[in-house]
């Protein structure tokens, strides 16, 4: 930072630092205002050049002296060319994206979608080991040949259309990819498979057939499924040996359920340490099918919400049958939601309600002040659970 010496003169700490301290501070600022660094003197002109990430966003064009949409395009698409061009051939640790196809019936979406393929395919070359890729509007298409890297870890995908052999390709061209997150994407494969893949993130997936998804991941830690339209089924889940975490939100109108549908689902989580599930479909009536939920023999930590605690808590008592080495117990309960009317739950008859949970420590409540479902859970929780007032925790949130 520039301060004022004793004879009133400023005085330039940054410049004085080494380039190589100055490249690691470009590096984390957006790439067009590393690039008008270069500006500030003879000595800042070229340091740009070698930073390590790439930070471009379409967002940044939106006050540039352009007549439409179609024009800003064209100077965001001329910048990142530029800027690819000029760099130096240093490796990327990590490249972000920002892009917007522009909307209209004589724009060629597929066309306009090549410059972000090579662009991704340039961070490739250059070892990115994270690689974040945000769209507006129409969906980007994405090119399966474009993913070829030995060095990629991370990869973060919204709003693209990723067409078949996607997953196939992702497997065997980055071998080294841990962590997958995808946002509001269209797949056309049958099959989600990875060998290596840690950390799978799948939200507002749109499947474009109506044939059921697998997910095979044998190496796989955590997996969050929310707001999945999956079509006909609900994702087949297989070789989920490694799992110990999972997050699952089923809404309105996401795919259909059936208790075949949510068997197999949680079947394929069954071995998972900590579960968050949110059921919020068409309500569900079991009958007589108590074998929906598995027995989840490792989990310690269970999250469920207000969809379980209807119909005289059928659902959240069948999970503590099914859960015999519970820990702690979290219940949200949030305003219920509706499907035609009718309250979302899943719902059934028990002809035994007794259960237990002998390595139960604490249950977690969270709704907000004079929540009406607080009374009657406080009231099964200490009298049929056997649980303490002092393993009890209620907060409120409005």
């Not at 640790?93 to 522009?102: A, C, D, G, I, N």
């Not at 997996?223 to 999945?228: F, R």
């Amino acid at each position: 930072m520039a301060e004022a010496s004793d004879d009133g003169s400023i005085e330039d700490k940054i410049s004085a630092l080494p380039d190589g301290v100055l490249v690691h501070v470009l590096s984390h600022l957006c790439s067009r205002e590393a690039v008008q660094t270069c500006v500030l003197s003879r000595r800042w002109r070229y340091l740009w050049r070698s930073v390590f990430c790439i930070d471009v966003s379409f967002v940044e064009f939106e006050d540039r002296a352009a007549e439409n949409d179609l024009e800003r395009e064209e100077m965001f698409k001329m910048f990142v060319n530029h800027l690819l061009i000029l760099r130096k051939p240093v490796d990327l640790k990590e490249f972000r994206l920002e892009y917007s196809l522009t909307v209209g019936d004589t724009v060629d979406i597929s066309a306009n979608s090549d410059h972000a393929n090579l662009w991704i395919a340039h961070a490739l070359q250059y070892k990115a080991q994270t690689v974040k890729i945000g769209n507006y509007s129409e969906y980007l298409q994405l090119l399966p040949s474009v993913f070829n890297s030995t060095y990629l870890k991370r990869l973060h995908i919204t709003n693209a259309l990723l067409i078949q052999g996607f997953f196939e390709r992702l497997g065997k061209g980055c071998p080294a990819l841990e962590y997958l997150f995808l946002l509001n994407c269209g797949i056309k494969d049958l099959d989600i498979f990875s060998n290596t893949l840690k950390v799978l993130i799948l939200a507002d997936i749109m499947v474009s057939h109506d044939d059921p998804v697998s997910i095979s991941a044998p190496s796989l830690i955590s997996l969050s499924v929310e707001e999945c339209p999956f079509g006909a089924s609900l994702p087949i889940l297989k070789n989920m040996s490694s799992l110990e975490t999972a997050s699952v939100l089923f809404l309105e109108g996401n795919t259909n359920c059936d208790a075949d549908g949510i068997r197999q689902f949680l079947g394929g989580l069954s071995g998972v340490r900590s579960l968050d599930f949110y059921y919020g479909d068409t309500q569900l009536e079991m009958e007589n099918n108590h074998g929906w939920c598995p027995t989840f023999s490792n989990l310690t930590n269970l999250t469920l919400d207000s969809w379980c605690v209807h119909a005289d808590l059928y659902a959240l008592i069948v999970f503590l049958q099914n859960s015999p080495n519970l820990k702690k117990l979290t219940l949200k309960l949030n305003e219920p939601r509706y499907h035609t009317g009718v309250v979302s739950a899943i719902i059934g008859e028990l002809e035994d309600r007794s259960f237990t949970c002998e390595q139960l420590e604490i249950v977690e409540i969270i709704c907000s002040e004079g929540n009406a479902l607080l009374p009657g859970v406080n009231q099964f929780l200490l009298e049929e659970c056997g649980i303490r007032p002092d393993q009890m925790r209620v907060n409120h949130q409005n």
